[in-house]
């Protein structure tokens, strides 16, 4: 038996209680039994809660995953972690990209070059209109008067091309490179400026208001003529 006292001390009685001690360890049983299976469901729904969890969160990089590896058949196997993979994934699809806007941008200056080159020789499309050729092209004349100015290498220092490119052809491909680069700088604060390569020339077509081209496109041309001449020793022909 198990035996609990209690004194009460303002009516001066004892309290004795005896209980079968199968009858309490019973009810100790209960209490453990409930403990035991509150902590089993507590468990269950613990790991359902996790596997769901880890599901929904993992299920965005599984499909990440699955379109990067059919689109760029790039293997898993050789990767110890798929977050790995998909950095490297998506760093080779950004380089792509750059590739191809690189590309692009070079392919539309070529096709705007071109058009420009028609259009100083004066060899138009009847069939587009210059608005929407100009428009296509992206290029957006602000004013009505243009000046065309040739540009022509006379002769140069070869002395200072040699160190920086192997043959002629890199010369030719290098100077034409800074022809375009000092005018379009110096030219562009007088005006609209467009530099394109005809033949063996350099052409510069400026667009802008008709007193600022005639009083400043002349000291623009002087400025990056004295310029290439002290820089790198070319002697231009306006």
């Keep these: 038996y198990l035996l609990v006292h209690q004194h009460d001390r303002a009516a001066r009685w004892h309290y004795v209680s005896l209980i079968p001690e199968s009858v309490f360890w ?7 039994s409930d403990a035991l299976v509150s902590l089993v469901l507590c468990l269950l729904l613990g790991c359902l809660l996790s596997v769901w ?20 058949a790039l293997p898993l196997s050789g990767q110890t972690n798929e977050y790995q993979y998909l950095e490297q994934a998506i760093g080779d699809e950004m380089r792509k990209s750059a590739t191809l806007h690189e590309q692009l941008a070079k392919q539309e200056n070529a096709l705007r070059d ?4 028609c259009l100083v020789k004066g060899n138009f499309q009847d069939n587009i209109a210059p608005e929407d050729a100009l428009a296509a092209h992206q290029i957006r004349m602000e004013y009505d008067t243009f000046t065309v100015a040739i540009l022509y290498v006379l002769d140069y220092d070869s ?16 100077i034409r490179f800074i022809l375009h680069n000092v005018f379009s700088e110096i030219l562009s604060r007088k005006g609209q400026a467009f530099l394109i390569d005809v033949d063996d020339t350099v052409i510069a077509l400026v667009n802008g208001d008709k007193d600022d081209l005639s009083a ?9 003529e004295n310029f290439l001449r002290s820089h790198y020793g070319l002697r231009l022909i306006l």
């Design 26 to 32: 019973q009810k100790a049983s209960y209490i453990r």
């Design 53 to 72: 969890l880890i599901r929904r969160h993992y299920n965005p990089v599984r499909l990440l995953i699955s379109f990067f590896r059919d689109k760029e």
């Design 114 to 117: 071109y058009y420009l080159t």
């Design 159 to 174: 002395s200072v091309f040699n160190r920086a490119v192997d043959d002629q052809t890199d010369e030719a491909g290098l």
């Design 216 to 224: 400043n496109i002349g000291s623009g041309l002087t400025e990056g």
